[in-house]
């Protein structure tokens, strides 16, 4: 049982602390911010985290450090800002009420035309301005993903990014620089351990005390939505008008945000968001960076978390694929009762998965690769950054000493009404040579694990010679080609 109760969320808004009960659990940060506290500095575009008009940060205490986001506010509930600081446009200027360095050189490089993405630019350029004193281009590219403007093209505005670097964030130029240490007190404050409920006549908010009281909220709550980072749920509101309560949101518990690095592998909290993951998996798996940096834009992979990518199961989610072809396996809790399943046994059928009333992922554990494996990931989308797979393909495969294929996992997204193994083609090449004529004759092989369909994303016939071509693409990478992938480093030196 949770040690103590609250009927209210306390927060940080700009230079101001709030409490708010009574409030419905698909009220959306944007709209909030936008109707009731009339911060207009916020826009709406799409609704749906993609254009990143509606950018805002948000300030959370992770193992005593305070940092900083970028996420979509369009998409973000109100009921997940407990014990954290919403920082909007209109608190991003200096201490003295003059322009930002960011939004000075935004200025001064012509970033902005129209304007109404220029706000949510600035706060994203914001949040690399503190966190990277020396960004590279590619470091403000991937910053600005998740930010579209149609007006200016983006050159000034990187030009502003690189300009603004010049100035060091300090007490004298950033607000949030000089309220640190007030910050980090007030949210530590805030952070007092009780389970939160919120009532409303459109449903119920859970905000549980502990892993321990989520996994007692979620057996006396199964129909419950579990909110990790909403990315996906918020759709469900914005788009389609679900009623989604009642609400047990999870960002907010760390032992849910814990990752553990060993030589075996890495194993990470459900509640890890994907910029928190990045470093740990690409630091183990360095063939997984490209698909990393191109799941959503920076807000989204802010938000988004691994756990929640797995639980809701879509066929083309981006981590499924790699983390399948690698061995993952899946811990899932129910009360005080865990079970540990392979990842590829967690997908049943489209929409069903191997999860029973009141049982949630706690983690994912993903093994180290073998020494000499060859390992890559490939995306397939209409659009290179932010957008959805057409289909994701990840390849894992170990020789023998005699250059014989060893074992084989294959894995693809979109093909199928779950992600899946691609078992007969793996079967073609376990025992025979690694070589053109066997991959080849798996290739071919291809057309008896899967029967994609067609929709607007990709035609059946088109998913179908891209799996089978990105299985040539991997073949000649590991032959020399150039690559992508590297051989793990036992046997590329023997």
């Not at 009642?246 to 849910?256: C, F, R, S, T, Y």
Request: hydrophobic content about 40%; proline content about 4%.
């Amino acid at each position: 049982m949770a040690q103590s109760h609250r009927s209210s969320i306390r927060f940080l808004l700009n230079d101001q602390q709030i409490e708010l009960s009574g409030f419905a659990p698909d009220l959306t940060l944007l709209d909030w911010l936008r109707l009731d506290r009339r911060l207009t500095g916020t826009k709406e575009g799409c609704a749906e985290g993609d254009c990143g008009a509606c950018t805002v940060l948000v300030g959370r205490i992770d193992n005593g450090v305070l940092g900083y986001e970028s996420v979509n506010a369009c998409i973000r509930f109100v009921g997940s800002l407990d014990a954290t600081h919403v920082v909007t446009i209109e608190h991003l200027n200096r201490p003295d009420g003059a322009l930002s360095a960011v939004q000075q050189a935004m200025v001064d490089h012509h970033g902005s035309q129209c304007g109404f993405c220029t706000p949510g630019i600035v706060a994203s350029l914001h949040a690399l301005w503190l966190a990277e004193p020396n960004p590279s281009n590619a470091d403000i590219e991937r910053q600005l993903q998740g930010n579209l403007c149609r007006c200016t093209g983006y050159e000034p505005i990187v030009k502003a990014a690189v300009a603004a670097a010049a100035t060091i964030p300090d007490a004298d130029n950033d607000r949030l620089v000089a309220a640190y240490d007030q910050t980090v007190a007030a949210l530590t404050e805030l952070a007092d351990g009780a389970r939160v409920t919120i009532e409303h006549q459109r449903g119920t908010t859970f905000l549980p005390a502990d892993l321990d009281d989520l996994a007692e909220l979620y057996e006396a709550h199964p129909e419950a939505t579990i909110v990790a980072g909403s990315t996906d749920v918020g759709l469900w509101v914005t788009k389609h008008m679900r009623d989604i309560s009642p609400v047990i949101h999870l960002g907010h518990l760390d032992a849910l945000r814990a990752m553990f690095i060993e030589t075996e592998g890495v194993t990470l909290g459900a509640g890890v968001s994907y910029t928190s993951a990045r470093t740990a998996l690409i630091s183990m798996f360095p063939q997984m960076e490209e698909l990393w940096d191109r799941i959503g834009g920076e807000q989204v992979r802010n938000m988004g978390t691994v756990g929640g990518n797995i639980a809701n199961g879509s066929p083309i989610g981006d981590t499924p694929p790699p983390l399948i072809a690698l061995g993952a396996s899946v811990t899932l809790r129910q009360g005080v009762t865990r079970r540990t399943i392979p990842l590829e046994e967690f997908f049943i059928t489209y929409g069903k998965q191997d999860r029973n009333s009141g049982e949630f992922v706690e983690s994912v554990a993903v093994p180290a690769l073998e020494d000499g494996a060859f390992f890559a990931v490939y995306k397939i989308s209409k659009r290179r950054d932010e957008d959805i797979s057409a289909l994701c393909g990840a390849f894992h495969v170990t020789l023998d000493d005699d250059g014989l294929v060893a074992s084989a996992r294959i894995a693809f997204g979109g093909m199928a009404g779950t992600p899946r193994r691609a078992s007969a083609t793996e079967a073609a090449l376990i025992g025979q040579p690694w070589a053109w004529e066997t991959v080849e004759a798996a290739r071919a092989v291809m057309s008896e694990d899967y029967q994609p369909l067609s929709d607007w994303r990709a035609s059946a016939e088109y998913r179908m010679v891209s799996a089978q071509n990105l299985m040539i693409r991997f073949f000649l990478e590991t032959c020399g080609a150039p690559v992508r992938i590297e051989r793990h480093p036992v046997m590329a030196e023997a």
